[in-house]
């Protein structure tokens, strides 16, 4: 009798933490639909590959991987989804290998789409009508068992249209999720054996936009769970650096279950580039606003993004981009070269920057980053941390991350991921913090 065959998905994604958070909602979705989820590299049934749009690499390489998942089983549905799905449809409809295109809005259909291409082998595209895109789509929020943190979205959209920027063209208007259902995942998450959830979206900040009860804010979210759940650890995800209030600060410095990290992009450290940029602060105000987190929180690790190589930067700008970086002393950054965003106001401006010289203030900026890691994690040698365990490198050796997001290196008997663990923090080796435990039978 032949054994019933179980089909298989297998996910490729693109781009930011928020598309991670999507594809591993999809995994379940199919999960619950009966598929198994095997590797991008294996054979599979179905491919959906969750597309980024952010710069024109990330289109190339959300290409590249649609026909990777052709050429691993010609047999197969393969579907693009997620931002550049959302903006270049038509591009991907000249794509031959793709079989369904799916919006930053539709992914709930996910496994209808392929079940019903599978009937008919019809192409399709799904794209949400203009105002399907106010709505926050509320995806089921089972997860795998056995991990230590979970990305939790809690917002989707930006309206804020920072002038190099494509996210609100593809992923629409500002809409958050309820705080009642953020709060049942994440009980759903601790029941699952998560110790860590991290809030994600678009622009987080804004968190409450939309909602009937128009007094909901990301602190006040915070404090429901800190209140309503037993997470261990709380994480704040990517946020606008003036959307963070006093009130937040004051939770981080006091409550031990919130993360002592915030990313707070910078994009520039030029007035003028800053400007341009349509960023709704200038140095000064960054400034201030990192002295008043530091004041209050001193040991807090702050890390960034920061852009190169945008329109019109000139070698001063960029002087002066780089000096102003260095001065905020970032625990870390990430580094991006401008990348023309057709749709976008500064991909029309004048003085588009050569990328050779994109690559060489790039490489300028990554010095910096490099060097304000390195003191920054030098600085708290000695620290007593407390430290998430979650993966072995062997010989009883485990890597943790702490409070201040720190990666650390211990050493010692019958350690496991999702333990909580105290460590003093001995030197760097390897590019890596090493810590002795001080005890390791703390279970939290
Ligand atoms: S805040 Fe600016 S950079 Fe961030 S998603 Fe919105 S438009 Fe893009």
Request: contains cysteine.
């Amino acid at each position: 009798m032949n054994k019933k065959h179980t089909p298989t998905v297998a996910f490729h994604t693109l781009g930011c933490k928020v598309n991670q958070h999507d594809t591993a909602i999809m995994a379940a979705l199919f999960q619950d639909s009966g598929y198994a989820v095997v590797d991008f590299h294996e054979v599979a049934d179905v491919y959906v590959v969750n597309t980024c749009t952010v710069t024109h690499l990330s289109d190339r390489k959300s290409r590249q991987m649609l026909r990777r998942a052709a050429g691993e089983n010609p047999e197969a549905i393969v579907v693009a989804c997620g931002c550049y799905a959302q903006t270049a449809a038509k591009e991907l409809e000249g794509l031959d290998e793709v079989d369904l295109i799916i919006g930053t809005n539709e992914r709930h259909r996910v496994v209808e789409a392929v079940e019903q291409f599978a009937k008919d082998h019809q192409r399709q595209i799904y794209l949400p009508e203009k105002n399907d895109l106010f709505y926050y789509e509320n995806l089921p929020h089972e997860r795998v068992s056995g991990m230590t943190r979970a990305y939790v979205k809690i917002q989707e959209g930006c309206n804020q249209f920072c002038t190099y920027c494509i996210i609100p063209y593809a992923r629409g208007p500002l809409r958050s999720r309820s705080e009642d259902d953020t709060i049942e995942e994440i009980n759903g998450l601790v029941a699952a054996g998560y110790k860590e959830v991290i809030l994600t979206g678009i622009h987080i900040g804004a968190y409450g936009r939309g909602l009937k009860d128009e007094t909901c804010d990301l602190t006040g979210l915070c404090r429901r769970i800190l209140d309503e759940t037993a997470i261990a650890r709380l994480r704040i995800g990517s946020l606008e650096g003036v959307e963070v209030t006093d009130d937040l600060i004051e939770m981080i410095a006091t409550n031990p279950r919130m993360a002592r990290q915030l990313h707070l992009p910078l994009q520039s450290g030029c007035d003028q580039t800053l400007a341009a940029m349509r960023r709704p602060y200038d140095t000064a105000a960054f400034r201030e606003m990192v002295a008043a987190i530091r004041a209050r929180v001193p040991d807090i690790a702050i890390t960034t993004d920061i852009m190169v190589g945008f329109p019109g930067e000139t070698d001063e700008d960029f002087q002066a981009s780089l000096a102003f970086a260095d001065e905020m002393a970032f625990s870390d950054m990430h580094i991006f070269k401008y990348s023309q965003r057709d749709g976008t106001p500064a991909a029309t401006m004048p003085n588009q920057v050569d990328p050779r010289i994109k690559d060489a203030r790039a490489k300028e900026m990554a010095a910096v980053a490099a060097r304000n890691k390195i003191a920054y994690e030098e600085a708290l040698i000695g620290r007593r941390v407390r430290l998430l365990l979650e993966e072995p490198l062997g010989d009883g050796r485990w890597v943790g991350h702490s409070s201040n997001y720190l990666y650390v290196t211990v050493t010692g008997e019958g350690l496991s991921s999702g333990r909580f663990v105290d460590a003093v923090l001995t030197g760097r080796q390897e590019g890596r913090l090493q810590g002795e435990l001080i005890n390791s039978d703390e279970e939290e």
